[in-house]
């Protein structure tokens, strides 16, 4: 069957448009492919340190230090019994401790960030902004610099190697305020807050009952960022106390590495510690993942 000449014309342009559509999808395969393979590579560079530990702490002090494989042993639970049996169960007592700071810390540190974020994103008051400079300029100071201020000033106190010494600084979370501002911007309608007033709602019925539910995902996110923060906190904890009772994990295990200079089988104890002490992390964010979820607010309002 032959093709006319009009028939031509009209291919022509159509063929030209579906080359050019082509193009872009061929040109972002190699980018694709790019981007993957240094995803890869970061996965591995971060997962490689979490393998080699799990590894290791299914090894013996022998194995361990006799070569250097990612081969698998068998005394786990050896290993286990033996850091439990340290001291009486010392290491569970940090444990426990670390649940305490960590715990209760970031639940006090959360709610404290939804209120002060929800009134700077919903009020209007006398100095808002330059509230708003000094809390950006509080994202950017690190809390290792404040760590020795706040144990002078506890010290003044008598708060020093107590629970509170490390409780107290980690309430406030400029981090924290911040992003909860951001999200109550954006997921708590104006027009909502206003209605609920007009209505004669108080202030804080209005932000416990209306905004904290609409805050909800960024409130868990704002919880996992400082339950995170306090559980690997090392410096202020160090600094704030000497009793080793009230050590949390990070502490502990740092005393227990150092006895491993004189003591060699003290780095099984220290490896199985640091294997244990992830496992709440994985747990907590395998929990809390499903409450992450986007536009919780979408279609509150209705025109």
């Known amino acids: 069957m032959s093709v006319t000449t009009e028939t031509r014309a009209a291919l022509v342009p159509e063929l030209a448009g579906s080359a050019s559509r082509r193009a872009p ?5 190699p980018i694709a492919v790019g981007s993957t393979g240094v995803l890869l590579l970061g996965a591995i560079y971060c997962l490689l340190p979490v393998a080699w530990v799990l ?5 013996d002090a022998s194995e361990l230090f006799s070569t250097f494989t990612f081969a698998p042993s068998t005394h786990l639970w050896d290993n286990i019994v033996d850091l439990t049996a340290y001291r009486d169960g010392l290491y569970w007592r940090w444990m426990l401790n670390t649940a305490l700071y960590a715990g209760i810390g970031a639940v006090i540190s959360t709610y404290i960030s939804a209120l002060s974020g929800f009134a700077l994103a919903k009020y209007v008051f006398p100095g808002k902004a330059t509230v708003f400079r000094i809390l950006l300029m509080g994202v950017l100071v690190p809390g290792v610099i404040l760590a020795i201020p706040q144990y002078l000033l506890l010290a003044q106190v008598g708060l020093t190697n107590t629970y509170w ?7 406030i979370s400029p981090y ?3 992003l909860a501002r951001i999200y109550a911007a954006a997921a708590v309608p104006t027009e909502i807050v206003e209605s609920a007033r007009t209505e004669g709602a108080r202030e804080l019925y209005i932000f416990h009952r209306i905004a904290l539910p609409m805050m909800g995902p960024g409130l868990v996110t704002i919880f996992l960022f400082q339950f995170v923060a306090v559980w690997n906190n090392f410096m202020l904890p160090y600094i704030m106390l000497g009793d080793d009772r009230l050590f949390p994990i990070t502490v502990g295990l740092s005393g227990l590495l150092n006895q491993g200079a004189s003591l060699p089988a003290m780095y099984t104890l220290v490896i199985t510690g640091a ?8 747990a907590l964010f395998l929990m809390l993942q499903r409450y992450w979820r986007v536009d919780l607010a979408a279609g509150a309002v209705k025109a």
């Open 25 to 29: 999808k061929d040109a972002r395969v």
């Open 55 to 59: 590894i290791a702490s299914t090894k």
């Open 165 to 171: 010494s490390v409780l107290l600084p980690q309430l």
């Open 176 to 178: 924290g305020i911040y």
């Open 275 to 282: 294997l244990l002490s992830i496992v709440p992390l994985i």
